[in-house]
Structures are given as structure tokens and as C-alpha cells.
């Protein structure tokens, strides 16, 4: 206990020295001894000398000093989930794909059939996988479980809408539909419940673990306010996390899961307690339902807190991470009948081939030229679609520096790299038909701490610039989807100018004049106005809020 504590009081005293340069005084020690006891900090301003005691204490005992901040948490953290909610919502992507529907199929069959299997559905996606004589949803179940709730909510709420709406809907051209084979027609509320499902399931909860990271970050590297904000709006809008929470993708889900366990992590940093524990747990092994570099999420947490707090991690800890394994398992029984088995054990088609067939499973050695592609390079490099992350290499120095929580940080630069080396191994490194490295989202929240440092100590000249361009690839990419460079999203605006993807789905694959065709093709100035000044207003009110948090800090 004498250990934690001590490093609480680091923690602490690291943010008052934060604190006191911002205020343009001079540290000149720490921890200085005397005959009367010891000086937390001795500080310098104006030729004067301060003695300063601090004292931590830990989140729960803040309360109290939380409750008159002039801007309220609570609020500040509905604003910030909600309009980031609100501007994917405005981007959500309709019409599915391969992979987004992989999971919305399942989930209308275990809704409407009560079954597991995708026959009704499985000639809208080739991700699929044949067992005795039925199809099934390659894509883990997380996903398609998750969307139960949602689903049966939009069963109700899809009978509300007039008749006349779902008549000239239906006429609007998926990117499934046509004349037969694989081209099928899906049902007009098969194409609504993907739309409802991506902005009332993925949408939301990349929302709120927006939320989650922005008191992450500022729990764990005691930036100001303002830093964590802004940090937590880079990960959400400058980086590809933007394009996939705009479709019914899985690495969102496992990204979100994974910064809760980064905020978990950091509680039991500062103080150690058995019932965190348990939720750590839990959300660590739920990223197993929904990506398979899941199970090495579970393996680098566990080793980390076996190492880190000893044995009496296993029960409480092993717990949490069972049940959502064990969920797998029944499901894996249920489908294919032995709880080892798994769909991509029986999967079919052009994936098989091109994929599985190679190495073990699909997985080699790790190659540099793939290494390359997943960083610098034009296709799928992260650095080049999210320059702003260039910022984590001066926050490493910093944090490092600082000499906080050196083993948590150390423990983020391994899982990241670990990651990198996984997906570099992997046939299908690059996504196919994708926007920037989408295999590795999920490790993009173990960067975010050391992004929140570069932000907090790189000059503005040097961050804007870099914020503004991350945000600018990304936003293309959520504007005009997959693509196969950064280059491209900008020779389309160029050439074709912008609009909302709804708008693009109803103006080029209506096959009749309906409704909305007609709105759209007479007032579709009139909708990008719209969005533009509703934009603007969201800025704006990002802006006041970064403004406040500022003369707070």
C-alpha cells in the first residue's frame, strides 16, 4: 500500500509542477529535505521563493472539488458524446458491404428466425462461412449480439414511418441489389436496420468511449483539461476511428473496449481496488467477442496486472474475462457444434482463397514491406492518413522524462508494437476495400497518451497544422468511403465536389424519381448549406468549450 500511495503523491505533485510552470514560476526542487521535514516543491517567481505542499487524494475524494468547476463534468462530458454522436450520426454510411453485413445478417436471423445461421441472408456478403448444409456470419458474434436490443427497438419503430416513405426507400438502390446471384434485393427494412443499427449501436458507443478517453487521458498523464479534450476529438475525428464509426465495422467496438480498459487500468494505478478489477476483466475479455487480435488484448492486460500487482489479481480478474469467453464458446457450440470450433474453420469463397491458404491460417513471420505499408506509406500508412500521431514520438520523450506511471507507459508502447507485428504477419494486413490501416484501430488508443503529451508541450506552429490535416483525410474518408491512397478522397472533392453520403446513395442509385430524389436533386445546395452551417455551429461550441476548459486550467 505504502508503494501506491507514493505513487499517487508523484502523480500528484507532477500536476502541481504542470500547474506552476503554466503560471510562469520556476521549479527549482523537489522533495527537498530539511531539518523541519520535507518540501514537496520549492518554487520560484519574481525573484521570490514559494514552499508548496501537496496533497492527493484519490478521484472518489475530488468530488467535492469536481462539483464547483465552473464547467460541470457531467455536462462537459454530454456535450462532448453527444455532438461527437451527432456528426457521425450526420456521416453514417447506408447501403452495407461485405463486412457490415456479415453482422447484420446474423443478427436478423437470430431475431426473426431464431436461429444462427444466415440462410435468409448470406447471398448479400462472401464473408461468410458453410457447415452442414447452412451458411454463417464469418465476423466473430459480438457485433450482431450487440445490435439485439437495437434491433428489436427499430422492429417497433420502422411501422411508425407513412407508407409512402417505405415505397420510395424501396426504390433506392443498395449496394447489394440487382437482378440475381449475389446481387440480390434486400428488403427495404433490411437496408433501414443498418443505417438504425450503425447510429444507435457503433455510432453511440464510439461516442461514449470518447468520453471515457478524454477522463482517461487526464487521469493518467494530469494534462490540462483543455489537452485531454482536444486529444480525445483527434482520436475521434483525425484519425480513421472517424470512417469506422460510420459502419457497421468490428474494430470500433474492440478500439472502445480497449480504452475502457486503458481508464481501468489507470484507476487501479492510483488506487487498487478488487471490484475494478473484476470490470477490467470483463471489458478485456469482451474484446474477444468481437475481433480475434482480441484474445491477444486478453493476454497483454493479464500479464501486465499479473506482473504489476502480483496473484491476487487471478480470481476476481479471471472472473471478469470468463463470462464473455464463455458466451463465445456457447456460441461457438451452438453454430458448429464443439466450443473450439470456429466460423473461419468453414469459411468459402474468394476470402478462402485468398486469405486462409497462405501460412497458418493466413498468419506468416512478420514482413517489413507490411510493417511500411501499416505506418508511412500512401495506401493504408497511419502516420500518412493521421499525421497528427507524429506528435506521440515528442510526447514519448516527455512522459518518459516525467518519469510517471513508467510502467503503465512502457506497458502502451509494447501492446501497440505487439499489434503492429501481429497485423504485419496477417495476409490481409492491408483490409482490402478499406479506408486507411483499419486492422489496426484497435490499437490506436495505447497511442493516445502519448499524443495527449506531444499536444500539451509542441508548440501551436508546429500541432495545428498536423490536427487540421488529420482531421481534413479523415473527414474525406467519412465523407466519399473506402479508397486505395490518401490522394484519392482529395482528387474526388476536387473534381466532384462534396456531398453527404445519404445524399450520394439516394442521387445515384435511385432507380426512380421517388421523394427524396426529387427533394435532393432541386435542393441539395440547400442540404449542404444545412450541414455546413450545422458544422460550424458544432465548432463553434467545441471551440467555447476548449475556451473554457482553457481559462480553467
Same mark, same amino acid.
Given at each position: ?319 471478469? %474475462? !470468463? =463470462?464473455? #469467453?464463455?458466451?463465445?464458446? +456457447? ?6 457444434? @464443439?466450443?473450439?470450433? *470456429? ?96 486492422? %489496426? !484501430? =484497435?490499437? #490506436?488508443?495505447?497511442?493516445? +497518451? ?6 500539451? @508541450?509542441?508548440?501551436? *506552429? ?92
Amino acid at each position: 500500500m505504502v508503494r501506491y500511495r507514493k505513487d499517487v503523491g508523484d502523480w500528484g505533485e507532477d500536476i502541481a509542477c504542470a500547474f506552476l510552470r503554466k503560471k510562469g514560476f520556476e521549479i527549482v526542487e523537489r522533495n527537498f529535505f530539511t531539518p523541519a521535514g520535507e518540501i514537496d516543491i520549492v518554487a520560484k517567481h519574481s525573484g521570490d521563493y514559494y514552499f508548496v505542499e501537496v496533497k492527493t487524494r484519490r478521484e472518489s475524494a475530488l468530488a467535492t472539488d469536481l462539483a464547483i468547476h465552473p464547467v460541470k463534468k457531467w455536462r462537459l462530458e454530454i456535450l462532448l458524446g453527444g455532438l461527437v454522436w451527432l456528426i457521425y450520426f450526420l456521416h453514417v454510411v447506408p447501403g452495407g458491404g461485405h463486412n457490415p453485413n456479415r453482422y447484420i445478417d446474423l443478427t436478423h436471423s437470430m431475431v426473426n428466425q431464431r436461429v444462427l445461421n444466415i440462410d435468409q441472408y448470406h447471398e448479400n456478403t462472401v464473408d461468410k462461412a458453410y457447415k452442414d448444409g447452412h451458411y454463417y456470419s464469418v465476423g466473430l458474434p459480438g457485433p450482431s449480439l450487440l445490435a439485439i436490443p437495437s434491433y428489436l427497438l427499430f422492429k417497433s419503430t420502422v411501422t411508425l414511418l407513412p407508407v409512402k416513405w417505405l415505397e420510395d426507400i424501396s426504390t433506392i438502390q443498395s449496394l447489394k441489389q440487382g437482378t440475381a446471384g449475389f446481387y440480390q434485393q434486400d428488403t427495404t427494412a433490411f437496408f433501414l436496420s443498418g443505417i438504425w443499427l450503425t447510429w444507435f449501436v457503433l455510432s453511440l458507443v464510439s461516442a461514449l468511449s470518447t468520453v471515457v478517453l478524454y477522463r482517461f487521458l487526464h487521469l493518467a498523464t494530469g494534462c490540462t483539461n483543455r489537452t485531454a479534450f482536444m486529444t480525445a476529438l483527434v482520436y475521434a475525428f483525425g484519425t480513421p476511428v472517424f470512417f469506422y464509426s460510420t459502419t457497421y465495422f468490428s474494430h470500433v467496438f474492440t478500439a472502445s473496449l480497449v480504452v475502457v480498459c486503458l481508464y481501468l487500468m489507470m484507476k487501479l494505478e492510483i488506487y487498487f481496488n478488487f471490484w475494478t478489477l473484476f470490470w477490467l476483466g470483463l471489458f478485456c475479455g469482451s474484446t474477444s467477442l468481437f475481433e480475434t487480435q482480441g484474445f491477444l488484448i486478453i493476454v497483454l492486460i493479464g500479464f501486465y496486472c499479473l506482473v504489476r500487482w502480483g496473484l491476487r489479481i487471478i480470481p476476481l480478474f479471471s472472473l471478469g %474475462i !470468463i =463470462l464473455p #469467453i464463455l458466451l463465445h464458446l +456457447i456460441y461457438n457450440t451452438a453454430a458448429f457444434g @464443439h466450443p473450439l470450433s *470456429f466460423a473461419y474453420q468453414y469459411m468459402v469463397g474468394e476470402n478462402y482463397d485468398q486469405y486462409l491458404t497462405k501460412g497458418l491460417l493466413g498468419f506468416s513471420p512478420p514482413r517489413f514491406d507490411r510493417i511500411i505499408g501499416l505506418t508511412i506509406s500512401l495506401e493504408r500508412g497511419l502516420w500518412i492518413y493521421s499525421p497528427v500521431l507524429l506528435l506521440i514520438f515528442p510526447g514519448i520523450y516527455f512522459l518518459f522524462k516525467e518519469k510517471r506511471f513508467l510502467p503503465f507507459f512502457s506497458f502502451c508502447l509494447v501492446a501497440f508494437t505487439t499489434i503492429l507485428f501481429l497485423i504485419a504477419s496477417y495476409e490481409g494486413w492491408d483490409g482490402a476495400a478499406a479506408f486507411g490501416p483499419r486492422q %489496426i !484501430i =484497435l490499437a #490506436i488508443p495505447f497511442l493516445t +497518451i502519448f499524443l495527449a503529451s506531444g499536444l500539451e @508541450h509542441v508548440p501551436g *506552429f508546429i500541432s495545428v497544422p498536423v490536427v487540421f490535416l488529420s482531421i481534413a483525410n479523415n473527414w474525406l474518408g467519412a465523407v466519399f468511403g473506402a479508397s486505395t491512397d490518401v490522394i484519392q478522397h482529395w482528387k474526388t472533392l476536387s473534381s466532384k465536389g462534396f456531398s453527404l453520403p445519404a445524399v450520394q446513395v439516394i442521387l445515384v442509385h435511385s432507380k426512380s424519381r421517388n421523394l427524396f430524389y426529387q427533394f435532393l436533386w432541386q435542393w441539395k445546395w440547400l442540404v449542404n448549406l444545412a450541414y455546413f452551417l450545422l458544422i460550424a455551429g458544432i465548432l463553434l461550441v467545441f471551440g467555447r468549450m476548449t475556451q473554457m476548459l482553457n481559462d480553467d486550467s
